[in-house]
């Protein structure tokens, strides 16, 4: 069955650096995700992306944040200067469809981020 | 903003008994979907059971099924005959109707515990 995957499935960083998530969602599917969770926290809704633009971001998603699809596979979540505050579970997700209608999103492991 | 609340932090339930996890949520929208997924010790959240707050009848699937009461804003999940495999972090979710707003809201968890 596909999965979503994520690499690497964790990562040190020093405070200030920058530091690229990636992931490759399901091959046919066209909305994907970013959420978060920090240690003992709810998961949080980052950024949702389609047809190579943003479609919707929360008020976590600033300008530190960056996403891009370079390829036709990966999908990939930039911190520029991280902070200790985003040390978290980083997920990724995807989903098919952009019509109406239900499309569920698949989850990948997540990527822990520990900036020290 | 919508909230979702999951009162209980942890729980546990014998093998083949049945238990009941909580969720609350706040919204102001009136058509919208809730979730259940688990995320079992290390592995990827998974769907467990959609509702479509515009359905009366509560989703069933298999061992799982809903409490959904759309007044009093509450979406249950109880597990029948519960198995090992069931040991896990559930989290409910909520996501409004529009397919222009996919982004998931959740609740803090609950970590389900099976006893043999």
């Known amino acids: 069955e596909p999965e979503v995957t994520q690499t690497p499935s964790h990562q040190v960083t020093q405070m200030g650096q920058e530091v690229i998530l990636r992931c490759v969602p399901i091959?046919?599917?066209?909305?994907f995700y970013w959420y978060r969770q920090i240690l003992g926290q709810k998961v949080e809704f980052l950024v949702s992306f389609y047809n190579n633009e943003i479609s919707e971001k929360s008020e976590i998603f600033d300008d530190q944040f960056s996403v891009e699809r370079p390829d036709g596979s990966n999908f990939t979540l930039k911190i520029r200067s991280t902070k200790l505050e985003d040390s978290a579970m980083y997920f990724c997700a995807s989903s098919e469809g952009r019509g109406r209608g239900y499309y569920e999103q698949y989850f990948g492991p997540g990527t822990r981020l520990t900036v020290t | 903003a919508q909230t979702v609340t999951q009162s209980q932090p942890e729980m546990s339930v014998q093998e083949a008994e049945t238990v009941t996890l909580s969720c609350t949520y706040d919204?102001?929208?009136?058509?919208?979907?809730l979730f259940w997924y688990k995320q079992p010790p290390s592995r990827q959240m998974i769907l467990v059971i959609r509702?479509?707050?515009?359905?009366?009848q509560n989703a069933t699937e298999n061992r799982f099924s809903v409490n959904f009461q759309k007044a009093a804003k509450s979406f249950s999940l109880k597990i029948s005959d519960s198995q090992l495999g069931d040991a896990a972090m559930y989290f409910c979710a909520y996501r409004v109707l529009d397919t222009g707003r996919r982004a998931l809201t959740f609740g803090s968890g609950t970590r389900l515990q099976v006893q043999p």
């Open positions: 509702q479509e707050a515009y359905k009366q």
């Open positions: 091959s046919n599917h066209l909305y």
């Open positions: 919204t102001s929208e009136s058509d919208y979907y």
